[in-house]
């Protein structure tokens, strides 16, 4: 008599564990592109499921298809640098006041005055006393 064969439970991932992952043809030639921008083989299969997870989020928060869906994309758009999220980046900040780095993202005129080099303040020695008039 035979063995009836089980079905596998597709279980949550448990994060730090080691998936086992089977490349076929057509994964292994998908994450050579990807593999293209620099990224190793695990960053290749972050940025990859992330990607689709993140269109799946979307579908389903905006009601496209029912949760548990898989949802079919139908165009998308490419930008060179994705847009940068959040307030601009602020100055690191020294004995010698505000440096701007040039991350630094100007967010009004008033910042990019702000942003100009200046000359830093003439400071005494401490070793000699201040000379007075």
Known sequence: MATPQ?????????AGT???????EQFARDLAVIMQTGDDLTAAMRTAVG???DMYRTAWHHQSVP?????T???????EAPPVPGPPSLPWVTH?????????????????????????????QASRPPVRP
């Open 51 to 53: 990607i689709v997870a």
């Open 67 to 71: 949760v548990g869906t898989a949802p």
């Open 18 to 24: 080691r998936p086992t992952v089977r490349l076929d």
């Open 73 to 79: 994309l139908k165009a998308y758009k490419f930008v």
């Open 96 to 124: 010698d006041g505000p440096m701007w780095t040039p991350s630094s993202r100007q967010a009004s005129a008033d910042d990019a005055r702000r942003q100009q080099p200046t000359q830093p303040p003439h400071r005494q």
């Open 6 to 14: 089980r079905t596998q439970r597709r279980a949550q991932p448990i």
